[in-house]
C-alpha cells in the first residue's frame, strides 16, 4: 500500500470540519466582511448629497468594500484559524496521536497548510466578492459605485481575498512555533494588526519595513487613501512580492519546526 | 518485535534511558514495569518516533519507526488518553486516522464496536470519561490492525469490568501473533495480564525474563496458618525446621510446604481454621529490586 498525499489531505479536511470552531470562525469573516462594507457604503450613500463636488471628485468606492476596521476582523479570524489549526493540535497532545499514525511529520505539515489555504482562499473569494458587489451596488444608487472593469478594482477584490490564506499561513506558522493556542493567536493579533502602528511611515527606513508588514500591503493593493499620501509608499509589485514571501516563510518555519521539534 | 540496541536519550543533564538493549518479541503480553519516573514513558516515545535517541537504535519490526510514511500498519499505540482533541466526536477522531494511512471508512466502526464505544461514537471526546478516552485509544491503535501494539498504562480510570475486558483483549492479541507491549507502574496490574517482564529503574534494565522465572527466582514460600492455638503449633513447626512469626489470627511460616505445615498441625493435635500458600510475593519481590531506584521515594531520604 503506497502512501498517498491525498489521504493526508482528507485526514485534514476531516479534522478541519469535525470542530465547531472552524464554523464560527469563518461565519464570523464571511459575515463582518460584507456587513461591515455594506456599513461603509450605506454611510457614504446617506452623505452623499452633501459632499462638496471635490470630495466627490476624489471619492474612493472601493474603500467602502474594504473599510479597514471591518476588515480587521477578518484579519483576526483568518490569524486565529491557522493559528489554532496547529497549536490547538500541540495544546491537547492530539499531535501525538496524529504522529504515530503519520510519523512523516514534513507530510503532515504539508497536507495542513495546502488545506489551510485551500479553504481559506474559497473563504476569501466569497468575502471579498461579496463586500465588493454589495457594496457597489449600494453606491450605484448615487452614481459613485465602481465596476470590477475599473482601475484597480480587481487588484482590490484578488488583495482581499489571498488576504485570508496570507493571513492564516502566518497564524498557522506562529501557532507552530508558539504550541500553546492562547499565545498562538495573540502573537499573531500582534503581528498582524499592532505591528505596523509600530513604525513611523514618514521616515525611510521604519517605512519600509511597514511597507513589508503583510497588512499594510494589502491597503496599498486596495488603494485605501489613507496610506497613499505618504512619501515613502510602497510599489505595487513590491507589495505582491510582500504578500508571497510572507506566508511562504511561514509555511516553510512551520514545516522545519514541527519536523525538528520533540511532541 | 520490537528491538532496542543500547537506547539511550538524555535531556540535559539527566539520562531518563540508559544503554537499554531488549527484545520484546511476538507472541507474548510484555508487561513493561518500573516506579515512576523509571523512564518508561520515554522509551515507548522513543520507540514510536516522537522522541530521537541520544544514542542507540530502536526497531519496530526492524525498522526504525520514525522511518515509515504511515505508521498505523506497522505499529499501534495507547500513550496517553488525553492525547486527542475534546472538540472531535469519537468517530470523527478515528475516521481522520484511518483515511490519513488510507484505511477503509469500516475499520472506524469495527474498532469502536470492539472497544465497546459505538453507542457514544457521536458524541464529542470533551464529555468522556478517563476510562472512555482509554478505550478510545486503544481503539485507535488497533484501526490499522497492526503486529506490534503498545500501550502505557492502559489501566487508568478503567472500572473492573473494563480492566477485565483489557486484560482479554491483550491476551488475544498476543495469540494471535502480535507483539504485545504493556507499561504499568504496578507489578499486581501486570501479574494476571503479562507473561513476559520486563523491568527497568532510573532507565536502566533490571529484569529481562518470563512471569513465572521471575516469580520463581523471588518467591520465599510463605504459608499462612488461622489458628485457635498459635503457641503450641508454632513450637510443632519450629521443631520441623520451619521460620515461624505471628499475627493477629495465627502464624506465617517459610521453609515449609504448605502440605507439611497441614500435616504437622494434624499430628500435634491442633484445629486449624485455614491454611495457604502466600502468592503476594511478586509485588514484594517488584518493591525489593527497584527500591533503591525510586526517584521520588516517600519519606524523605
Redesign the interface.
Known amino acids: 500500500m503506497r502512501a498517498r498525499f491525498r489521504d493526508l489531505l482528507a485526514a485534514e479536511w476531516i479534522k478541519l470540519w469535525s470542530l465547531r470552531s472552524t464554523y464560527g470562525a469563518l461565519a464570523l469573516i464571511a459575515v463582518s466582511a460584507v456587513l461591515f462594507s455594506a456599513r461603509a457604503a450605506l454611510g457614504d450613500h446617506h452623505n452623499w448629497p452633501d459632499y462638496p463636488a471635490e470630495r466627490r471628485a476624489s471619492f474612493d468606492p472601493i474603500h467602502d468594500a474594504f473599510p479597514e476596521e471591518g476588515w480587521l476582523f477578518v484579519m483576526l479570524a483568518a490569524g486565529a484559524v491557522g493559528a489554532v489549526m496547529i497549536a490547538g493540535e500541540y495544546a491537547s497532545g492530539q499531535i501525538r496521536s496524529t504522529f504515530l499514525a503519520v510519523p512523516d511529520r514534513r507530510a503532515v505539515v504539508t497536507a495542513k497548510v495546502t488545506v489551510l489555504a485551500a479553504v481559506m482562499l474559497a473563504v476569501g473569494a466569497v468575502a471579498a466578492s461579496a463586500s465588493f458587489w454589495v457594496s457597489q451596488t449600494i453606491l450605484a444608487d448615487r452614481d459613485a459605485g465602481a465596476s470590477i472593469g475599473d482601475p484597480g478594482a480587481l487588484r482590490a477584490v484578488v488583495a482581499s481575498t489571498l488576504l485570508l490564506p496570507v493571513c492564516a499561513l502566518i497564524g498557522f506558522g506562529v501557532g507552530a512555533l508558539v504550541r500553546h493556542t492562547a499565545p498562538a493567536v495573540v502573537v499573531t493579533t500582534t503581528l498582524l494588526l499592532l505591528a505596523p502602528l509600530a513604525f513611523d511611515i514618514d521616515r525611510r527606513w521604519s517605512a519600509a519595513i511597514h511597507n513589508a508588514l503583510p497588512v499594510p500591503a494589502w491597503e496599498r493593493l486596495v488603494g485605501n487613501p489613507y496610506v497613499l499620501p505618504n512619501l515613502h509608499v510602497a510599489t505595487v509589485p513590491g507589495s505582491w512580492a510582500v504578500y508571497a514571501v510572507w506566508p511562504v516563510a511561514a509555511a516553510l518555519l512551520a514545516v522545519v519546526v514541527v519536523h525538528r521539534r520533540e511532541p | 518485535m520490537i528491538e532496542l540496541r543500547d537506547l539511550t536519550k538524555r535531556y540535559g543533564g539527566t539520562t531518563a534511558v540508559d544503554r537499554l538493549t531488549l527484545t520484546v518479541r511476538p507472541g507474548h503480553v510484555t508487561g513493561f514495569l518500573g516506579p515512576n519516573g523509571a523512564g518508561k514513558s520515554t522509551t515507548l516515545r522513543l520507540v ?5 535517541p541520544t544514542g542507540g537504535t530502536a526497531l519496530v519490526d526492524g525498522q526504525p ?9 506497522y ?3 495507547l ?2 488518553a ?8 469519537a468517530r ?2 478515528l ?3 484511518a ?4 484505511l477503509p471508512r469500516a475499520r472506524v466502526g469495527e474498532v469502536l464496536d470492539q472497544v465497546g464505544l459505538s453507542e457514544v461514537a457521536g458524541r464529542r471526546i470533551g464529555g468522556f470519561s478517563l476510562g472512555m478516552r482509554q478505550r478510545l485509544g486503544i481503539a ?1 491503535a488497533l ?1 490499522g490492525d497492526p503486529p506490534v501494539l503498545m500501550f502505557d498504562e492502559p489501566f487508568n480510570g478503567l472500572d473492573p469490568e473494563g480492566v477485565r475486558w483489557v486484560r482479554g483483549l491483550f491476551r488475544r492479541l498476543a495469540a494471535e501473533g502480535r507483539t504485545v507491549l504493556v507499561s504499568s507502574h504496578l507489578m499486581g496490574e501486570m501479574e494476571q495480564t503479562a507473561d513476559h517482564l520486563v523491568v527497568i529503574g532510573r532507565g536502566e534494565l533490571l529484569v529481562d525474563e518470563s512471569l513465572a522465572a521471575f516469580a520463581a527466582r523471588t518467591a520465599h514460600d510463605r504459608v499462612v496458618v488461622r489458628t485457635p492455638d498459635p503457641a503450641a503449633l508454632g513450637a510443632a513447626l519450629a521443631a520441623a525446621g520451619g521460620v515461624v512469626t505471628r499475627n493477629d489470627d495465627g502464624l506465617t511460616v517459610t521453609g515449609l510446604p504448605a502440605g507439611r505445615v497441614g500435616e504437622l498441625a494434624f499430628r500435634a493435635g491442633v484445629v486449624v481454621y485455614g491454611l495457604h500458600a502466600d502468592a503476594a510475593s511478586l509485588e514484594e519481590a517488584f518493591m525489593a529490586l527497584t527500591a533503591d531506584r525510586l526517584d521520588y521515594a516517600a519519606g524523605g531520604r
Do not use: E, I, Q, T
Open positions: 514510536l518516533g516522537l522522541h530521537r519507526f520514525a522511518g515509515r510514511p504511515r505508521g498505523l500498519r505499529a499501534g499505540a500513550l496517553d488525553g492525547d486527542v482533541h475534546g472538540g472531535r466526536s470523527a477522531h475516521a481522520a486516522l483515511r490519513s494511512n488510507g485507535a484501526l
